[in-house]
């Protein structure tokens, strides 16, 4: 049985009978895949210390019948610490599910491996707001997914935005809509200029470039909000994570 090597981000783990464990990871070359740990829950088994949530690891893997089997792995940096900050935690734990949920087994989105990596990277310095971060990795996964926003122009006029206007931000049509062409949807929220501004910053650039950001905490907030119910309306989810992060603001 030939070995397969790769380095990957544990997203997602799952018992699977009596000691095995069943573990979804985003690799760097192959993909959203799936791999079995054999016996990884048994007491002092040899890959259980690896073999864990937010851990960017080196893998070796064989082919199974239904999924890859792990045969190695070793930790090249652990993105994210079950005892840190909950909110901060619970973020990756979200972006995390976000990529599961919306990308398929084997389906390659050149950029993705790096954009999470990052991103749950950047979640444990303390200093960078959370709901930038998240922001953040939402517009960008939105791009590589072909449903970003419309940030530049009215989507009813497809006029060029002039800030001294008022804009609304529609779900359903997917980005700024301009006072003139508001009436097209009665449900698009108002949205100011410089939460405007703020989501074309968080879209353009990298993760890396959130701790640079000074912002009013209430800008920050209202972005946030704005770019988390976009997601949630054209992925038409709310994933578990969001749910309790929500539920514990």
């Avoid at 082919?63 to 005892?83: N, P, R, V, W």
């Avoid at 062409?181 to 879209?203: C, P, Q, T, W, Y």
Wanted: hydrophobic content about 45%; overall charge negative.
């Amino acid at each position: 049985m030939s070995e397969i090597k790769t380095t990957g981000i544990i997203i997602k783990k799952t018992d699977l009978g009596e000691a095995d464990r069943l573990l979804t990871v985003l690799s760097s070359n192959l993909g959203k895949i799936k791999m079995v740990g054999k016996g990884v829950r048994k007491p002092k088994a040899k890959l259980s210390a690896w073999l864990d949530m937010f851990r960017y690891n080196h893998l070796t893997l064989a082919k199974g019948k239904t999924f890859y089997i792990a045969t190695g792995a070793q930790t090249e940096e652990l993105l994210l610490k079950e005892g840190m900050d909950w909110d901060r935690l619970a973020v990756g734990y979200y972006l995390c599910e976000l990529v599961d949920k919306n990308v398929e087994e084997d389906q390659e989105l050149p950029g993705l491996f790096e954009l999470l990596r990052e991103s749950l990277k950047q979640l444990g310095i303390d200093q960078i707001p959370e709901l930038l971060i998240r922001a953040s990795f939402e517009l960008k996964f939105l791009e590589l997914l072909g449903v970003s926003p419309e940030l530049e122009r009215c989507v009813v006029t497809e006029a060029e935005l002039n800030v001294e206007e008022q804009y609304f931000f529609s779900m359903r049509m997917g980005g700024v809509i301009s006072q003139g062409g508001s009436h097209r949807d009665d449900f698009a929220r108002e949205v100011g200029v410089n939460e405007i501004k703020m989501m074309r910053v968080l879209k353009q650039y990298p993760v890396s470039a959130v701790a640079k950001i000074k912002v009013d905490s209430v800008v920050i907030a209202k972005t946030a909000l704005c770019i988390s119910d976009f997601v949630a309306h054209v992925l038409e989810a709310r994933t578990k994570s969001m749910k309790v992060s929500e539920e514990m603001a």
